[in-house]
């Protein structure tokens, strides 16, 4: 799966301005080139219990990876099958884009991304880079926003509190999966391959 949209995301270069793109120029998705450092100044200065205004902040970057790269898709007429793909090869983006190793699991009742490398695991000393985890967790609700898949989520592990990931946990608020969109469980081996082919 990684593979397939590996072309279509390219990191290209405009050669007169020196902007960089994912895929397509026309897509208008261009990449901000930002630090660690820098995305930790903005958590900080968003300070403590701002996990509104982080959230927002999130989805409106999930909401606009959406936008541009799928232009104005109704996604209402899409079925399930679709989404998922949609939201796999979204993730498969946000690896090259260097949001780490991040993996999706559909299960019949909720969906769960687990992030591995996390741009948190580089500031477990940082009280701030709590930030950074609600971060991730407003773009995954913005794509689902998007996609019109109505979860409700939360991060349910992660590397700051020692756990070798941070994983988020959407459960799904309308009808279960069908049974034939519900994926098998990834063993441990699986990931280890998965983190050993980036």
């Not at 982080?54 to 099958?81: C, H, P, Q």
């Not at 773009?139 to 689902?144: E, L, Q, S, Y």
């Amino acid at each position: 799966m990684f593979k397939r949209l590996k072309k279509d995301l390219e990191i290209n270069i405009e050669e007169k301005d020196g902007q960089l793109f994912l895929g397509d120029k026309k897509k208008d998705i261009r990449l901000v080139m930002l630090r660690p450092n820098e995305l930790m100044e903005f958590c900080e200065f968003a300070g403590t219990n701002a996990d509104d205004i982080l959230i927002w902040v999130g989805k409106t970057l999930g909401k606009s990876l959406m936008e541009r790269y799928f232009y104005s898709k109704d996604w209402s007429t899409e079925n399930m099958a679709t989404k998922k793909e949609v939201v796999l090869g979204i993730l498969e983006a946000l690896i090259l884009m260097g949001y780490g190793a991040v993996t999706g699991q559909f299960r019949k009742d909720h969906i769960l991304i687990n992030v591995y490398e996390s741009l948190a695991t580089e500031e477990k000393d940082n009280i701030m880079a709590k930030n950074l985890c609600i971060l991730y967790l407003g773009i995954f609700n913005g794509v689902f926003e998007v996609l019109g898949i109505d979860v409700d989520g939360k991060e349910i592990e992660c590397v700051l509190s020692g756990d070798d990931k941070c994983s988020f946990k959407f459960d799904l608020l309308g009808e279960e999966l069908d049974d034939k969109l519900v994926d098998e469980e990834i063993s441990e081996e699986a990931v280890s391959e998965f983190l050993a082919s980036l």
